[in-house]
């Protein structure tokens, strides 16, 4: 596709064409997503990304964004428990590396860490630097303070995830207890502090199609290195619940058109996927390189060898290993097992 060629060749996605490929008709989104897989396979070849979430503190937010089952007035049926004990949250971790995670995100609910959430981080990447030296680890923590990137990078920290979730235009209609302008400032702390910045976003929160194209091209600009892609999961007990506005066609859409606006950056399948974009997940493989692997915050994902199987049965290999396929898929619930239980995560 001659689109894809310009945009090889150095040519930037602008507002308007995006908007006209967002617009595709269905009949149309495997093209789309053909031009997407040829920018895919110049900058990543056939490998696939693998990552796993370590939830370290889960539930109990003062934050009231309304698509999220751990917000502040949330009555979703989830995992609540406060900090896990550092050696926990390395054999979590290790579940996800022993599935084959090239990168462990710790996460934990809340505004933003205080300096001492900051430090029982510290302990925990150490630990895990020193046992798995290769694996690149992303944190979570919410809002930074000044000074808290820079400790986090001191810890080993390659990479801080900060999504802005939604098109500015949009943001108000999703959270009331923070602002756009508070999520890109910690962005650009962590660029300040050398730390990959990892930014993606949410659809099916009601956004129109200027929307998608608006925040797809506020995470191209902010400099994203990696940007997850989430597809609400409307749990009961909160606002978005019933809110099922997205089917595969469009989710596709999405991904294929984050991979022409972002070229070589690394594009994340993220929660929600599963149900969302069911039979059409390895076809979403040929825009994005990077999936979680098994479950998610509170959500179970697929077990970790039917991610294999997905990607292997699609001719993609993980980091540069071929797989044999293994498994069927399963659906995606709340997750009642793994970190705060004593029952084996998925993975």
């Known amino acids: 596709m001659r689109l894809a060629r310009d945009i090889s060749a150095g040519a930037v996605l602008d507002q308007t064409t995006a908007l006209e490929l967002m617009q595709t008709p269905e009949s149309g989104v495997l093209d789309l997503v053909y031009a997407a897989s040829l920018l895919r396979r110049e900058h990543f070849g056939r490998r696939v990304r693998l990552n796993y979430l ?30 896990l004990e550092p050696e926990e949250a390395v054999r979590q971790a290790e579940a996800g590396i022993a599935g084959g995670a090239a990168r462990v995100c710790l996460v934990a609910s809340g505004r933003g860490p205080m300096d001492r959430d900051i430090e029982r981080v510290f302990g925990i990447a150490e630990a895990l630097k020193h046992e798995h030296p290769d694996v690149e680890l992303c944190a979570c923590l919410g809002l930074l303070r000044d000074g808290q ?22 943001h108000d209609d999703i959270v009331s207890t923070h602002h756009y302008s508070d999520r890109v400032e910690t962005i650009e702390k962590v660029k300040r502090a050398g730390v990959s910045a990892c930014s993606g976003l949410i659809v099916g929160l009601g956004e129109t199609d200027a929307q998608i194209v608006e925040a ?30 997205l089917t595969p066609l469009r989710c ?33 493989l040929h825009a994005a390189n990077s999936l979680f692997l098994g479950d998610y915050l509170t959500a179970e994902g697929q077990a970790a060898a039917d991610d294999l199987a997905l990607i292997a049965d699609n001719g993609f290999t993980v980091e540069d290993h071929p797989l044999e396929p293994v498994g069927a898929g399963a659906a995606a619930v709340a997750r009642a097992r793994g970190a705060g239980t004593a029952v084996l995560p998925n993975a």
């Open 216 to 245: 797809l091209l506020a995470l191209r600009d902010l400099g994203a290195d990696s940007i997850p892609i989430n597809f609400l999961v409307p749990f009961d007990g909160t606002p978005r619940a019933g809110q099922w506005e």
């Open 54 to 83: 370590v939830n370290l503190k889960s539930g109990l937010c003062q934050e009231d964004c309304s698509y999220c089952s751990q917000a502040l007035g949330s009555q979703a049926p989830i995992l609540k428990y406060s900090w």
């Open 252 to 284: 596709l859409t999405i991904v294929a058109l984050a991979r022409l606006a972002c070229p070589d950056t690394e594009i994340r399948l993220a929660g929600g996927r599963e149900i969302h974009l069911r039979g059409l997940q390895g076809m979403a």
């Open 149 to 170: 990137a820079e400790r986090l990078a001191e810890a080993g920290i390659d990479a801080y995830n900060h999504n802005i979730n939604t098109a500015e235009s949009h």
